[in-house]
């Protein structure tokens, strides 16, 4: 099978719920095609492939959370190279770096350790979904804070029509799907 058909497949089962969090919002759930094993492998092999391809550098992989964090750890170590976690306030104990960033249903606040990055390497951020870019951003804002070098976000979905990407143009950005 090839890439564009792994897309497909994987598209077809990625559930779709409307008015969820919030009324108006058509909430794309990444959770229902990881429950399908051929899922898993498709998309794990798109995401390695992408890295190799777009990414070949990479030093670290950091997983925003939440869904971010079902992909750090299985592409770094498939890769040979480390991970971190990006959370919310008040998830991760010791020094850490914050950023505040607008969702598209509201506000939040992103830490990372500051030990996590080391200055000037080379950094992949990826997370299951690009809306707002509000988050991303936060991501970028914090590595960069911590002397790491963002070279690309990987993300599994877009949601193109709210425009995300506009909020990153310095970012090197890619998604699989597109919505």
Not at 43 to 68: C, D, F, T, W
């Amino acid at each position: 099978m090839n890439n564009e058909e792994k897309l497909k497949f994987i598209k077809q089962h990625i559930g779709a719920y409307p008015d969820f969090p919030k009324k108006g919002i058509l909430f794309r759930d990444i959770f229902g095609a990881l429950t399908n094993e051929q899922c898993c492998q498709y998309l794990k092999a798109l995401l390695l492939h992408n890295i190799h391809e777009k990414y070949p550098n990479v030093e670290l992989i950091v997983g925003l959370e939440s869904r971010g964090f079902l992909f750090n750890l299985m592409l770094a170590s498939e890769l040979g190279i480390g991970c971190a976690a990006i959370r919310k306030k008040g998830k991760l104990p010791g020094d850490c770096l914050s950023m505040e960033y607008s969702l598209e249903y509201g506000v939040d606040i992103f830490e990372m350790q500051k030990s996590a990055v080391k200055p000037g390497q080379k950094v992949l951020i990826i997370d299951d979904l690009l809306a707002t870019g509000g988050s991303l951003e936060a991501a970028y804002k914090l590595v960069h804070k911590a002397g790491g070098d963002v070279v690309g976000c990987l993300v599994i979905m877009e949601m193109t029509f709210l425009e995300g990407r506009k909020k990153l143009p310095q970012i090197n950005v890619h998604s699989l799907i597109e919505y």
